[in-house]
């Protein structure tokens, strides 16, 4: 059973950074994709940014230039979501994600992903 633990989520001022982290656990394939979604209150859960394990990514068009996902290669079960130029829209819970390896790019659906995080709340502020 894959579990994924999300932290470094917190209060940030517009303009700031913060960078998420993403532990992924459990048995689970080397050939796979990750991803980085949100959710405001009232709102739909959107795809930020996702990364397959041969390194492709995709970026929701809200967050390019301003966000970057990443992982440790040395350890495959870490992954990183660094959020540069904050915006107040940011603010959202954030959840990272694990699914399937289905082809490059990566995709941003939500039911592309078989296993998510708790989330973590990002807040910022104008």
């Known amino acids: 059973q894959v579990q994924l633990d999300e932290s470094g989520g917190g209060s940030a001022q517009a303009g700031g950074s913060l960078r998420l982290s993403c532990v992924v656990s459990?048995?689970?394939?080397?050939?796979?994709?990750m991803a980085w979604f949100r959710q405001a209150p009232g709102k739909e859960r959107e795809g930020v940014a996702s990364?397959?394990?041969?390194?492709?990514?995709?970026y929701a068009d809200s967050v390019k230039g301003r966000f970057a996902i990443s992982r440790d290669n040395a350890k495959n079960s870490l992954f990183y979501l660094q959020m540069n130029s904050l915006k107040p829209e940011d603010t959202a819970m954030y959840y990272c994600?694990?699914?399937?390896?289905?082809?490059?790019?990566?995709?941003?659906?939500?039911?592309?992903?078989?296993?998510w995080g708790q989330g973590t709340q990002v807040t910022v502020s104008s």
């Open positions: 990364i397959t394990g041969f390194g492709y990514t995709t």
């Open positions: 459990g048995s689970r394939s080397s050939i796979y994709t």
């Open positions: 994600a694990y699914g399937p390896f289905v082809g490059n790019p990566p995709r941003l659906n939500p039911p592309a992903y078989s296993h």
